[in-house]
C-alpha cells in the first residue's frame, strides 16, 4: 500500500515536471527544467518496487505491453 501511496506521489511530481517544462506553470514554481528526467527515473523506480511486492514479473508485463501496443499500431 505504501509503495502504490509512493507511486501517486512520484506521478504527481512528474506531472509538476511536465508543466513546468511545457511553461504552464506559476514562474515562482519554474525550476530546473532538466528535473523531469530525475522524475520519471523515480516513477520507474518506484513502480518496480511495487511489481516486486506484489510478485508481478515486471520484465514479461513489459514484453507482454510492448507486443500489445506494437500490434495495435500496425
Do not use: P, W
Not at 512520484?10 to 513546468?20: H, M, R
Amino acid at each position: 500500500l505504501i509503495n502504490a501511496i509512493k507511486l501517486g506521489e512520484e506521478l504527481g511530481e512528474v506531472n509538476e515536471e511536465v508543466l513546468k517544462y511545457f511553461n504552464y506553470q506559476r514562474k515562482e514554481k519554474m525550476k530546473n527544467k532538466n528535473e523531469i528526467s530525475h522524475e520519471i527515473a523515480d516513477v520507474i523506480i518506484v513502480a518496480t518496487i511495487l511489481a516486486e511486492s506484489m510478485e508481478i514479473d515486471i520484465e514479461k508485463a513489459l514484453k507482454y505491453k510492448m507486443e500489445k501496443i506494437d500490434r495495435r499500431d500496425k
